[in-house]
């Protein structure tokens, strides 16, 4: 079993930048493909990718994030990032670590990030 724990949420003005942290439990983070999703605490609102990294470091970006955020990941450490830079108010959601390995799919518990105008 996998265990995935974010952290590094919080409250930042508009411009500001924020990092949080995924750390997982597995030795196997290193053939990972891990990534980043959000979800706005709505009714009906799904939970949207905002980026991803491959176990080759290729890497993919929601287009609102894009020259923004970035996915950094230390497989000695077995921690992925999520640097969160120009933050804007539209960014405020839940943000959720995601790890697939070996076709299973594994969730953290989630982080708030909230930015204020």
């Known amino acids: 079993q996998v265990q995935l724990v974010e952290s590094g949420g919080g409250l930042v003005q508009a411009g500001g930048s924020l990092r949080l942290s995924c750390a997982a439990s597995?030795?196997?983070?290193?053939?990972?493909?891990m990534g980043w999703y959000r979800q706005v605490q709505v009714p009906g609102k799904q939970r949207e990718l905002v980026?991803?990294?491959?176990?080759?470091?290729?890497?993919n970006y929601a287009d609102s994030v894009k020259g923004r955020f970035t996915i950094p990941r230390d497989n000695a450490k077995s921690i992925m990032y999520l640097q969160m830079n120009s933050l804007k108010p539209e960014d405020t959601a839940v943000y959720y670590c995601?790890?697939?390995?070996?076709?299973?799919?594994?969730w953290g518990q989630g982080t708030q990030v909230t930015v204020s105008s």
């Open positions: 597995s030795t196997i983070f290193s053939i990972a493909v």
């Open positions: 995601h790890a697939r390995i070996i076709f299973t799919d594994y």
């Open positions: 980026a991803y990294i491959s176990s080759g470091d290729s890497t």
